[in-house]
């Protein structure tokens, strides 16, 4: 015991000494290896702005008021440290403000960061960058860094931008989209310096797939679910034209590309060649830039094989009628461009035309049916009013989708109780109107249909208040109405009362003749189809098989 006793005193003298010793030696080290702390102010030295002084941080403490001012509730934490954090490292690195861009904001975000109280992990994080970004727009708007061609260049129309969706008569939830949507790309379009005249659909392209770390003011200052592609194409689309009819942008420039050129000249081929009509050519148009982009742009190195793929690998949701649409574009589109010498004649055979399915009778519905549906439109609302008048027109009149949709309102003769149809191709009829038909459709006019200069007879129930873009949107409104009265024993599209009508009249004893020209077929051969409603009738009135008489 008492040996370990002497031992302790000695013991700590001898550590005492090693100490000193270690001390004594590592004071002779290059100040750099003992700690980072002490190698940044070696290399703070070296660079520009070698004052000691520390930087300022009234920048940061100005943001935050205007963030506070602006309604930030959130953690404003993240955007005080992201602020005095990026403040600092400006200070370190020498730069000055006036010179920060995005180019700065990204070396910043990879910096490897050993500033004292920051961390390198919560540099990393998206929110980080979007509070950088975020002071780095409020410091442009005070002026303190300069933007060439002015930091509100785009910003300064979205007050007017906000105006002209109200007064378009957009709804509260749809004109708020819009209008974050047009901030969105705003903020963006201002911090990638993307401020040029010509915001082309590349751009808007490039907006739409970005991955949103855009300093935009959020709810609460997190960062909300990032916006769909869907909804920013949309919205960057529609404030872009705004813009241009404001001549902010300049006007679409359409691409010299000889694909453009190509499309022109088959518009033109089957206006003049084929005499087709402008629905027509927009459709043929439509389903060829569809596809085109999946061929060579050279039509001469087509082959049989991509020609068939076209045709082939479609998506499985796509019905046979549209199979058969692609087949009757493509063939007209070989013939075009055979036609102009651009591709080898012969192809235009490698795809088969498309036939009909069968010459069986076309789907339709009982007569008690189609009441039941006409009952089934509520006409308390202003869609349903509307949406009666349509359904009427098209079991009452059979008329086409496309003659609803193409309807305006000088087709309805109201002094001799007329409607003039435009009918399929360029021949245009007059039809009487019945009762129940016109007295919907005054129902519409007056109750339903929203006050605007268009002359199309159906528009749009919400705003913008515009015709619908196709004929295609007649038919989504027949399977809306079917489905909400839950009828579904009829076959969808609007095309089934066309038929009914046509199998209905013949039922009660109409001829085909007349059938031909309530349906205002152009040929005979078309209104054949109807004969073999007669079957059934026919088998009612059919003598039996003298099976067992005898000879
Ligand atoms: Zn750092
Ligand atoms: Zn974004």
């Not at 129309?157 to 708020?176: C, F, K, M, P």
């Not at 201002?190 to 970005?210: A, C, N, P, T």
């Not at 003011?217 to 689309?237: D, V």
């Not at 528009?459 to 873009?469: D, E, G, H, S, T």
């Amino acid at each position: 015991m008492g040996a370990s006793s002497t031992i302790g005193p000695l013991f700590l003298r001898f550590l005492g000494l090693l100490l000193d010793i270690i001390f004594s030696w590592l004071a002779k080290l290059p100040l750099a290896f003992l700690s980072t702390r002490r190698s940044y102010h070696l290399t703070a030295s070296l660079s520009p702005s070698s004052d000691r002084r520390p930087p300022d941080y009234t920048l940061a403490t100005r943001f935050l008021g205007h963030l506070a001012k602006n309604g930030l509730t959130g953690d404003g934490r993240v955007h005080k440290s992201a602020a005095r954090h990026f403040l600092f490292w400006l200070h370190k690195r020498g730069i000055a403000l006036s010179s920060v861009d995005e180019s700065i904001v990204q070396r910043f975000r990879r910096h490897r960061c050993r500033c004292p109280r920051y961390s390198a992990h919560q540099l990393s994080t998206d929110f980080y960058l979007s509070c950088t970004r975020r002071l780095v727009r409020h410091l442009e708007d005070a002026g303190d860094i300069p933007v060439a061609g002015g930091a509100g260049y785009i910003d300064a129309h979205l007050n007017d931008y906000a105006g002209d969706l109200i007064g378009e008569g957009y709804s509260q939830v749809t004109w708020r989209g819009h209008y974050s949507e047009a901030e969105h790309f705003s903020a963006w379009l201002r911090f990638s310096r993307q401020l040029g005249r010509d915001i082309d659909d590349r751009v808007i392209e490039q907006f739409v797939q970005h991955r949103c770390r855009c300093p935009i003011t959020r709810k609460r200052a997190k960062l909300a679910e990032p916006t769909g592609q869907k909804h920013r194409r949309r919205g960057a689309r529609h404030f872009v034209g705004f813009l241009r009819a404001r001549g902010v942008l300049q006007p679409a420039v359409v691409s010299e590309a000889s694909e453009d050129h190509r499309i022109e000249a088959f518009r033109s081929w089957l206006e003049r060649q084929r005499g087709a009509t402008a629905e027509t050519i927009r459709r043929y148009v439509h389903e060829v830039t569809r596809w085109l982009c999946k061929l060579p742009s050279d039509p001469a190195t087509y082959d049989a094989a991509m020609l068939r793929d076209i045709v082939l690998k479609q998506p499985q949701s796509r019905s046979r009628s549209s199979v058969r649409i692609t087949v009757t574009v493509l063939r007209a589109y070989l013939r075009f461009l055979s036609a102009r010498g651009e591709c080898r004649p012969e192809l235009a055979y490698v795809v088969p035309p498309a036939r009909r399915r069968s010459k069986k009778l076309p789907r339709h519905a009982a007569q008690t049916t189609i009441e039941r549906i006409v009952a089934s439109c509520d006409t308390t609302t202003p869609v349903g009013i509307r949406d009666k008048a349509i359904i009427l027109l098209l079991a009452r009149l059979g008329l086409r989708a496309g003659d609803v949709w193409a309807l305006r309102l000088p087709d309805l003769d109201w002094a001799n109780g007329r409607i003039h149809v435009k009918g399929k191709g360029r021949r245009p009829s007059m039809l009487p109107l019945p009762q129940d038909v016109g007295e919907a459709l005054l129902a519409y006019l007056l109750q339903a249909r929203p006050r605007t200069s268009e002359d199309r007879v159906f528009l749009r129930v919400l705003a913008p208040f515009r015709p619908f873009a196709s004929s295609a949107e007649i038919a989504g409104i027949v399977s809306r109405v079917l489905a909400r009265a839950g009828i579904s024993e009829v076959p969808t599209g609007s095309h089934v009362f066309r038929h009914s009508l046509a199998t209905n009249m013949l039922r009660s004893g109409a001829s085909l003749d007349a059938v031909g020209t309530v349906l205002r077929h152009s040929h005979r051969s078309t209104t054949t189809i109807y004969a073999k409603v007669d079957t059934a009738m026919l088998q009612r009135v059919v003598q039996p098989w003298p099976e067992g008489a005898s000879c």
